[in-house]
């Protein structure tokens, strides 16, 4: 039997998409205090959030 030469159909590239744009804020707190404070207040306002420390 020969074989088929018709190329096998292919599912569209997710690739082709550009990643979503991120918009992001950094605060710089003054100590460690005012950054518990305010990741508090972020997290009940149910804003993504996440605390850093440099």
């Known amino acids: 039997m020969a074989k088929s030469t018709k190329p ?3 599912a569209p590239k997710a ?3 550009p990643p979503p744009d991120l918009y992001r804020i950094l605060i ?3 100590d460690e ?3 518990v ?3 508090a207040e972020f997290l009940e ?3 993504k959030c996440r605390a850093l420390i440099s």
């Open 33 to 35: 205090p005012e950054q």
């Open 45 to 47: 306002r149910e804003l």
């Open 28 to 30: 710089t707190c003054r």
């Open 15 to 17: 690739a082709n998409k």
């Open 37 to 39: 404070r305010l990741l």
């Open 8 to 10: 096998k159909p292919t």
